[in-house]
């Protein structure tokens, strides 16, 4: 069979992939009519769950080297939708299981129904928007319609946005309204690109129009506007330089667990659809100037984000700063990976490793950032003089994240820059090294000025002390980061699988 | 010309339209006004893709308009999030303002 | 150039006109109710584009629900508008916010001049397999067969707007209720529309959601025909919306996914899978399950229409 005939019919193990978005669905939906603590309960209950369904996906891959494909309804495309999980699907799925699981353990004690109601309003809210943006972000990762694409963006959308504003303060809800308007524009965007696709090739599978504009004599012009339109629109709820400005008061402000489920998952779900629009919609259609200009966002990203992560005040809002950096490495992708030389691959895998070791080491760091403001009251770098010792496992787990965002050995952060400076310099596209160079050095000073003084020996008054589980799963989620740095060539393998469509 | 291209640069012109009030205005809820009439030029080009699409005995092509179908209800409920968002904003500072107090240094 | 061209240009700038004088308009509350007006005419350029199903929606959703929402909003933020002088925007800046616009539009209506004729279609395919939903309207059938998981997450979506419409009520109001209290003394024209039109509305909803499986029509626009039953009644102030916390109002919220998703599992096990229907009795399953989205529909338009629960439960005053 052809890639493309097997691309659209169902295959054996493809049925996971509807259990891994009907999961957290059903979570969700069982949730609001159990209410008050079953809510909690059931999100509890279901994540282990969720994660085993991921991992299993991930060996499927890994073991067929194929693509996993579910046929919904029986519908097969261009009528119908299909689902389907390559390398890249794959562990996305496990890191959002495994994040999503981190956030909702550490949140028990902060989303907890108090014990005099049966039912309270933000701990409600929390449960089943957790479950809704993990159903969310796997049908972004499984999607393969662009429409049916555009529902999972909303719904990723319309789950994150309350989460940044449970306290109800002002200033968080003016971040929610800010963040909540940028994303609608980017969606629109994103849909008019996708009516333009439709009206030129007639189908929204992503498969198939890739195989419509390769087998097109001309590629029409409509092509190139919907590309331009989509990749906008998706930038926009990336908060890609310069369209960050929502994020940092969004991150900053929302509770612990929130900021690091929408700087870890959540930005990274609309990169993931660039990803397969320029990867996988139109592979080589883009010319190197198009891609150049992805990357030079990137870089400014990278640069602009540091240098603003140096001059905060306050340790969440450095933290969010960062994600705007580190978000711009992810981009270093575009002008590097595209292409079937062996060194593209090699940026390929730099990039997906980089979303992932992001992924972790930043949800970390935000969740350590949490203890630290609930020990303390408050977040002000300038008084955190001596946090280590009254912290220390936390502070760890903090700058073990931060080595990641440094680049330095070992970590996942380390693994995915090399990968890049080795694709840069066998590229012959050196500027692009620089950068990364430039961007690891700024790195290094933030967490350095968080780091060195909260390591002095100065007395410190704790409210109270975080509990050893919570601090552990901080710690747990820095050694996945710095675990990624000794992944196997056959992890790296697995990232490959289903980019064969790039090569023209 | 015919009534679907009519309404293709209708659309067109909507598109326009809402993305420079989403531009030049300030008030949240002219904002999301704006949106609103984005979106449904948005949907008017789904619309004349139907129309032009029409074949096989049906006068437009059904897939184009449940698309815009479940467009507008999605639509609806970011309406509905972003007034509710607004309103409570109001209630709880007295403005409306969207400019964040965190962009500048303490 | 025929009297129905005319008319169709006529509408096009209609259209625009209103567009434009929402954007201008000086007053926030006459900007919201030149929304409706828009929506109301945008909904007759559907007609006339011969997606009569949309054209309901658009009638229904995009200018009825989205209206009293923006209406509402617009007279509870009374004096909020003209921004500080802070907001307010350089020329410069809007000749070029302008020029932008006026490049996007331009290139977008040259796509629609060079679009091919007749375009790329699915209308065939629709057509070969509308048969196997036992279907007479093609639209309902994408939208409940063969593109039914985009129509079983947005009705996830609409829930996931009503928690976080919920979510922004104050701590002290979980658990009470939305919207206005009810009056002690009815009277007056609203509360006499109130009490007559709801039962008209009902037969009327029921008969949209039954005839949508041959007919223009379907689950969500009788739904929301329902939904503007409940919001007149509410709005009358004839009862009070249910507190948010009542296991009845979250059954009924859940109830169009839920019965959606379950009949797609036992897809898995009686037909070719997940959201497949077994030969034959494909119609009846999809009534069925519009009938459960019509209540969810009619129960969550008018909840995210009243807000988040903003005050102590009481009864009647």
């Given at each position: 069979m052809s890639a493309v005939a097997l691309a659209l019919a169902t295959n054996p193990g493809g049925y996971l992939l509807v259990l891994a978005i009907v999961l957290p669905v059903v979570g969700m939906l069982l949730s609001l009519v159990a209410g008050g603590r079953n809510a909690e309960r059931i999100a509890l209950a279901l994540m282990p769950a969720g994660l085993g369904i991921a991992l299993v996906i991930a060996f499927g891959v890994w073991r067929e080297q194929a693509p996993l494909v579910y046929i919904l309804g029986g519908w097969a495309p261009p009528l119908g939708i299909a689902l389907r999980a390559d390398g890249f699907s794959a562990v996305m799925l496990v890191t959002a299981a495994l994040v999503v699981a981190a956030a909702g353990y550490f949140a028990r004690p902060l989303f907890a129904t108090p014990p005099q109601r049966a039912e309270a309003r933000a701990p409600l809210a929390f449960w089943t928007l957790l479950q809704g943006l993990w159903a969310a972000l796997n049908m972004v990762f499984l999607g393969g319609d662009l429409f049916n694409l555009y529902v999972a963006l909303e719904l990723l959308t319309f789950a994150a946005v309350p989460l940044v504003c449970l306290d109800g303060r002002p200033e968080t809800l003016r971040a929610a309204l800010r963040y909540l308007l940028f994303a609608l524009i980017g969606s629109v965007f994103y849909l008019l690109g996708a009516a333009l696709l439709y009206g030129s090739y007639?189908?929204?599978?992503i498969v198939l129009l890739a195989e419509g504009i390769r087998a097109a004599p001309v590629v029409a012009p409509a092509t190139f506007a919907a590309g331009g339109l989509m990749t906008a629109g998706l930038l926009a709820k990336t908060a890609l330089f310069p369209l960050h400005l929502w994020l940092p008061p969004a991150h900053a402000n929302a509770p612990a667990p929130a900021s690091a489920v929408l700087s870890a998952l959540v930005v990274k779900g609309s990169f993931f659809l660039v990803v397969r629009l320029w990867f996988?919609?139109?592979?080589?259609?883009?010319s190197d100037a198009a891609m150049g200009l992805l990357g030079a966002l990137g870089s400014g990203a990278i640069l602009f984000g540091s240098v603003l992560a140096l001059r905060q005040r306050r340790l969440k809002l450095l933290i969010a700063y960062s994600t705007i950096a580190q978000v711009g490495y992810l981009f270093l992708m575009f002008p590097l990976a595209a292409g079937s030389e062996p060194w593209n691959g090699q940026a390929w895998n730099g990039g997906v490793m980089q979303a992932l070791s992001h992924a972790f080491a930043k949800a970390s760091m935000f969740l350590a950032a949490g203890l630290v403001a609930e020990s303390l009251g408050h977040d002000r770098i300038a008084d955190l003089r001596g946090i280590g010792h009254a912290m220390p496992m936390t502070l760890f787990a903090f700058g073990l994240g931060g080595l990641s965002l440094m680049g330095l050995p070992p970590s996942g952060g380390f693994t995915a820059k090399w990968l890049l400076l080795q694709a840069t310099v066998e590229g012959g596209q050196w500027f692009w090294a620089a950068i990364v160079l430039c961007g690891g050095l700024l790195a290094g000073g933030y967490v350095y000025r968080v780091v060195a003084p909260a390591l002095a020996a100065s007395p410190l008054d704790v409210r109270a002390s975080p509990s050893r589980g919570r601090e552990g799963i901080v710690l747990a989620l820095a050694i996945a980061a710095l675990l990624l740095g000794f992944a196997p060539p056959g992890f790296l393998g697995l990232l490959q699988v289903g980019r064969a469509a790039i090569v023209p | 010309m015919t009534a679907a291209t009519l309404a293709g640069l209708t659309g067109a012109a909507l598109v326009g339209l809402g993305v420079y009030g989403l531009l030049v205005l300030a008030h949240p809820l002219r904002k999301l006004l704006c949106f609103n009439l984005l979106g449904s030029g948005v949907f008017l080009m789904f619309g004349i893709l139907a129309r032009k699409g029409g074949a096989a005995g049906f006068a437009a092509d059904p897939v184009p308009q449940a698309l815009v179908i479940t467009g507008i209800v999605v639509a609806f409920s970011a309406t509905a999030l972003a007034v509710a968002l607004l309103l409570r904003l109001f209630e709880t500072s007295g403005t409306v303002t969207l400019n964040p107090d965190e962009q500048r240094p303490e | 150039m025929t009297v129905i061209e005319i008319l169709d240009i006529g509408l096009a700038v209609l259209v625009l006109g209103v567009a434009a004088w929402t954007i201008a308009a000086r007053e926030l509350f006459a900007a919201a109710v030149g929304y409706v007006a828009y929506g109301l005419l945008l909904s007759l350029v559907w007609v006339r584009l011969f997606a009569l199903d949309v054209a309901l929606t658009e009638a229904a959703i995009g200018s009825g629900v989205t209206g009293v929402l923006l209406i509402t909003a617009a007279m509870r933020l009374r004096?909020?508008?003209?921004?500080?002088?802070?907001?307010q925007l350089r020329p410069m800046v809007r000749v070029a916010a302008a020029t932008l616009c006026i490049a996007i539009a331009g290139v977008l209506a040259a796509g629609v001049l060079m679009m091919a004729d007749p375009g790329p279609t699915l209308a065939p395919d629709v057509a070969r397999h509308l048969g196997e939903t036992g279907l007479g309207n093609p639209v309902t059938a994408v939208l409940m067969a063969f593109r039914a998981f985009d129509t079983m997450l947005e009705k996830v979506v609409l829930i996931l707007a009503v928690i976080g419409v919920w979510s922004l009520a104050a701590d002290d109001a979980w658990g009470s209720v939305a919207g206005p209290r009810p009056l002690a003394h009815h009277q007056g024209p609203l509360t006499f529309f109130a009490q007559l039109l709801p039962p008209v509305g009902i037969v009327v909803a029921v008969h949209i959601a039954w005839v949508g499986a041959n007919e223009p029509g379907g689950a969500f626009q009788g739904g929301a025909l329902l939904a503007a039953m409940a919001m007149i009644v509410l709005m009358a102030r004839v009862v009070q919306a249910p507190a948010v916390d009542r296991r009845w109002l979250r059954v009924v919220l859940v109830a169009g996914p839920a019965m959606f998703l379950l009949i797609g599992m036992i897809g898995f096990a009686?037909?070719?899978?997940?959201?497949a229907y077994p030969d034959g009795i494909a119609k009846p399953l999809i009534l069925f399950i519009e009938a459960f989205m019509v209540l969810s529909i009619a129960a969550v338009l008018p909840l995210l229409v009243i807000?988040?629960?903003?005050?102590?439960q009481a009864g009647p005053p």
């Open positions: 007639g189908t929204l599978d996988d919609v139109m592979p080589g259609l883009a | - | 004096g909020t508008d003209p921004p500080q002088a802070s907001e009686v037909a070719a899978g997940f959201l807000g988040p629960p903003n005050r102590p």
